[in-house]
């Protein structure tokens, strides 16, 4: 969490009206209705990029709304005003907001899903998107694994299955160099098969799955192997594939 970025965001909740108290939030206008931090967020955080700043100051002033609350829906503001008619955002601090939190030693979830179901799963946005949060680092990742880097790459492959088989495996392949990311790049390949929107060539994500320093008893490798090896591309393009590898691997 970035201490002035929040303390910028609590500021401007101020100037909103918006107070956070014991457990929860109050607004001066209904100030015995207790709100969630989900609530302020579809309540407020659009009104960020009303602000008299900047795009990029502006910008700044959501990344410390989604520090203080900790909710997707600022994400979700984030992405409308980058599509809207004065997008889009400044790319630099854009993503430099993404990776900084993505690096953050602290739990990301809104972050991470954010990325899975809105950068990623869209395939206008899908390359630009794991390029700045990761692909256009993996050469350094590997080649000097701090804590910050590390961290950022296991998230970024975790939830990559739906960015296109084209555009990640050059970055799986160089990841797979560093056993420190095998168990991420291998919950990547799975994601690959099993989301709705992922995405993978079976032999080549089998040829790099046998690459991986695994424990054999690690859960849903088999089956990851046998539907691969089988030639399926995805859980829902193969109905039933899934539980018969399931079965063979029993």
């Known amino acids: 969490m970035e201490r002035q970025a929040v303390e910028a965001a609590r500021r401007w909740l101020a100037d909103q009206g918006v107070r956070q108290v014991r457990d929860g939030w109050v607004s001066d206008e209904n100030p015995d209705v207790l709100l969630t931090a989900d609530q302020v967020a579809h309540s407020w955080a659009g009104d960020v990029f009303a602000e008299d700043l900047d795009a990029a100051d502006q910008l700044r ?8 609350l900790d909710e997707y829906w600022v994400t979700c503001e984030i992405r409308f005003a980058n599509e809207d008619a004065e997008g889009p955002l400044p790319s630099d601090v854009l ?13 990301v979830e809104a972050v991470t899903y954010s990325l899975w179901v809105d950068w990623f799963e869209d395939h206008t946005t899908s390359a630009t998107a794991f390029a700045e949060v990761l692909g256009n680092d993996i050469d350094r990742v590997v080649a000097k694994p701090s804590e910050a880097l590390l961290r950022r790459a296991r998230l970024v492959l975790e939830c990559s299955g739906p960015v296109p088989w084209t555009v990640k495996e050059p970055t799986y392949r160089t990841a797979a160099r560093l056993p420190a990311l095998h168990t991420a ?3 990547g390949l799975r994601a690959g098969f099993h989301d709705v929107y992922g995405d993978l060539e079976p032999a080549a994500a089998l040829a790099l799955l046998d690459q991986l320093d695994l ?7 088999a089956g990851l192997r046998h539907v691969l090896a089988a030639g399926h591309k995805n859980h829902y393009r193969s109905p039933g594939a899934w539980d018969d590898a399931v079965r063979s691997c029993s």
Not at 215 to 221: D, I
């Open 61 to 68: 002033l959501a990344f410390g709304l989604l520090d203080l």
């Open 215 to 221: 424990p054999t008893n690690t859960r849903h490798l």
């Open 95 to 107: 993503w430099d907001g993404y990776r900084r939190r993505l690096e953050a030693d602290r739990e």
């Open 185 to 187: 790049l291998f919950r």
